[in-house]
């Protein structure tokens, strides 16, 4: 086994590779071995059955249980691009409407950090800015996890929300919108060239609302950089800021670990752009479009994309999204493996 070679720690990001293929094949045979241990144990059960020795209530219980152990497992079958075995850059950025789109935006920034606890992501918030009055105007969330990218990746979009609103008194319905953006969060196994020249850095200070939280050093960092596109030759300025730590240094490669993403993901998008082959009348996937309304009233969920839906809004919004994501994954990441 290459991990017992007595070296093998001598080249550590040799070995952080080969450490992570060895965690995904794991959770392949685990994958596997839990299934055929569920449909061992619901073989015996309706043995049980037919001897009057359990009920259909627990057999039934049993058959769900193996289904979605199934499921999961093929679900994350389709999952075989580089990038979706990567953690996530989430950043959520409020759209006009002041404070009603403000908090909207930290219901949403609630709804994926009680998804990530839920599924065992490990999550920080890389750099949050509050709303005038409630919310935040946006929040960036570095997500690590096993196949992170691979299941958030369909968040991508803009959402909406329709809902009486708390901030106005003739309680009128109001629609909001918020917008999720999702890159896969780059390790140190993919390689990304990044040009020194075109990086200028600001500092400031960062904090909260007052009082003790205030940093009176400017440990907040504002990378800038100037990025031409290869293939089409366009300008723009990618700006990141972080303020996650006290410490200026770590903030500074904080941000450029987020830069990083950002240009592979650039990198990605024009593969993904040069494979796609859409077939006419079939629905176009637009990074940015409006993807998923959120109707409070009428205890509604709806993906526009999969026509996918549900009445347990309290559930979404306390995290529970996997089956937007599932319908999502079902629907197209069949065909993203044709391109």
């Known amino acids: 086994m290459r991990t ?8 550590p990001e040799q070995a952080q590779a080969q450490m992570k293929k060895i965690k995904d094949l794991k959770a392949w045979i685990e994958g596997y071995e839990e299934i055929e241990t569920l449909v061992d144990e ?11 020795l359990v009920t259909e209530a627990e057999v039934e219980d049993l058959y769900n249980r193996a289904m979605k152990c199934i499921e999961d497992l093929e679900l994350r079958n389709m999952l075989r691009r580089e990038e979706d075995k990567l953690g996530v850059v989430l950043k959520i950025n409020s759209g006009a409407g002041g404070t009603e789109s403000q ?13 990530c606890e839920k599924h065992g992501y490990k999550t920080k918030i890389a750099n949050l800015l509050e709303g005038d009055e409630a919310g935040i105007k946006s929040c960036t969330i570095e997500v690590e996890g096993d196949m992170a ?17 708390p901030y106005n008194a003739q309680g009128k319905r109001m629609t ?13 196994t993919i390689e990304v060239k990044v040009e020194p020249a075109l990086m200028s850095w600001d500092t400031f200070r960062s904090g909260g609302a007052g009082g003790q939280n205030v940093n009176k050093v400017e440990s907040g960092v504002r990378l800038r950089y100037q990025y031409t596109d290869p293939y089409t030759g366009e300008k723009e300025e990618i700006l990141i800021e972080n303020t996650e730590t006290r410490d200026q240094p770590k903030n500074k490669e904080n941000a450029l670990r987020h830069l990083r993403s950002i240009l592979y993901e650039k990198e990605m998008q024009h593969r993904l752009e040069e494979q796609a082959k859409v077939e006419a009348g079939k629905m176009k996937i637009e990074w940015g479009s409006q993807i998923r309304s959120y109707v409070f009233d009428d205890r509604r969920v709806k993906d526009h994309r999969t026509n996918y839906q549900t009445s347990d809004v309290g559930g979404v919004m306390d995290g529970d999204i996997d089956g937007f994501i599932k319908a ?4 197209f990441a069949a065909d993203e493996e044709k391109d």
Request: glycine fraction near 4%.
């Open 4 to 11: 017992h070679v007595p070296d093998f720690w001598e080249h």
């Open 42 to 52: 619901l073989q015996l059960s309706f043995d049980f059955y037919k001897e009057e």
């Open 103 to 115: 908090d909207w935006a930290s219901m949403l920034m609630r709804m994926y950090l009680r998804y």
């Open 149 to 165: 990218y691979g299941y958030l990746k369909s968040e991508n979009g803009v959402h909406r929300l329709v809902r009486v609103s």
């Open 176 to 188: 909001s919108f918020a917008s999720v953006f999702v890159t896969p969060l780059v390790d140190d």
């Open 328 to 331: 999502y994954l079902m629907e």
